[in-house]
């Protein structure tokens, strides 16, 4: 299978940790990716993220996602110039009951790779389409060395400090190869 990335979804929202309900979320595109499938389970996949792509929808201060979405790009954040991609590599695959999985993998962000796991549902769509999809993925960005404001790399920030772990959820489709 390969993804659709014109109806394959992932949105994201980070958060200030002294500052009640400040919040910013928004969205960015899934770029690429392929699943294989043996037997009817799924083997082997990965997806790409496209990080230039990153576009807040609401911002905790109420205005400003044009900014936002520049910083979040720059160095101090994901740095999209020199890395314009993360990657997930799919590992493991387990559970299976009521179409919930335990996926277990790595993801690339910034040049680093971590060890990331989540669950998820995952369902054909008749014989030529596979959806997967994973609400409230929880992610430390200081594991990917994203420091800006972080109260892991620097003292005193005051309220400045946002919250290291931060939230993913996608939809992602995939269409068998040959139907594409």
């Given amino acids: 299978y390969v993804l659709d990335p014109a109806v394959s979804v992932m949105t994201w929202a980070g958060s200030k940790k002294i500052i009640k309900d400040y919040v910013d979320r928004g969205s960015i595109s899934l770029q690429s990716g392929t699943t294989v499938v043996v037997d009817g389970k799924v083997a082997s996949g990965s997806v790409v993220v496209d990080m230039n792509s990153i576009a807040p929808s609401s911002t905790g201060r109420g205005g400003g996602q044009d900014g936002l979405a ?6 101090d954040f994901f740095d999209a110039e020199v890395f314009p991609t993360a990657t997930f590599i799919l590992s493991k695959l387990t559970g299976g009951d009521n179409g919930m999985y335990r996926v ?13 796991a989540f669950d998820a549902t995952v369902k054909s769509q008749g014989e030529d389409r596979i959806v997967m999809d994973a609400r409230s993925i929880q992610l430390d960005r200081s594991k990917w060395q994203v420091k800006y404001g972080s109260e892991t790399f ?12 931060f939230e993913v959820s996608f939809t992602a489709v ?4 040959a139907t594409r």
């Fill in 104 to 116: 277990e993998g790595t993801l690339t962000l910034k040049g680093v790779t971590e060890a990331v």
């Fill in 70 to 75: 520049r910083h979040l790009k720059s160095a």
């Fill in 154 to 165: 620097f003292d005193n920030l005051g309220d400045a400090i946002i919250n290291n772990v």
């Fill in 174 to 177: 995939g269409v068998l190869a």
